[in-house]
């Protein structure tokens, strides 16, 4: 379950990041920016599994992660809905300004975006998962849903039985798992950022 849920996020943060190209609405990009967090809390969740449950300071670091994640992510969330128009009701015009302040909010009345370039086609990670399966049915999706999981479960849970450091319980191991990926996963959307021709290493 958490394998398949750091994929989804992937898979999210890829149809976000097209979205904006679609829309010429680069607000939604930040929704992207805005999952890091949660993606990097899924990665935790794992890598405490991986441990097998030994190292405790992951689950308050899981949970910290969560709490930035889900207030990114509604921040972002905000952003794409004043840059379509949204105008927040029961708020007194000076609170409403503030909060586009705070959250460097556009309005649709005084856009402030140029045409965003467009992205390279190529599939370059899992990212992109969704728009490679978009052809299949209901059930050749399911069904490669299911086979997806269940190897990459089997895999994790008895190839990990070859190698010794699950059963060493090293904090600075488990806190490299977390923050090594997490830091190249932003890497790689700043990098799409500057330059849309950029594929990604995953």
């Not at 209901?138 to 994790?156: E, N, Q, R, T, W």
Request: glycine share 8%.
């Amino acid at each position: 379950i958490h394998i398949s849920s750091l994929v989804e996020f992937l898979v999210a943060m890829g149809f976000c990041w097209r979205w904006a190209d679609v829309e010429d609405n680069p607000t939604w990009k930040g929704l992207t920016w805005g999952l890091l967090p949660l993606h990097s809390s899924g990665i935790t969740a794992c890598t405490y599994h991986l441990f097998y449950n030994r190292i405790p300071i992951l689950v308050p670091l899981q949970a910290f992660l969560t709490c930035i994640g889900n207030t990114t992510a509604a921040i972002a969330a905000y952003r794409i809905a004043r840059s379509n128009g949204w105008q927040p009701t029961g708020l007194m015009e000076q609170w409403t300004s503030l909060v586009d302040s705070l959250t460097n909010s556009p309005t649709n009345a005084s856009p402030d975006w140029k045409t965003v370039p467009v992205e390279a086609t190529s599939l370059v990670g899992f990212e992109d998962l969704g728009q490679a399966l978009a052809g299949d049915n209901d059930y050749s999706f399911l069904f490669k849903l299911f086979a997806g999981c269940a190897i990459g479960s089997y895999v994790l849970k008895y190839g990990e039985l070859f190698v010794d450091f699950p059963f060493e319980a090293n904090v600075y191991a488990g806190l490299a798992f977390i923050f090594i990926p997490s830091s190249l996963n932003a890497y790689k959307w700043y990098r799409r950022g500057k330059d849309p021709t950029f594929e990604g290493w995953f």
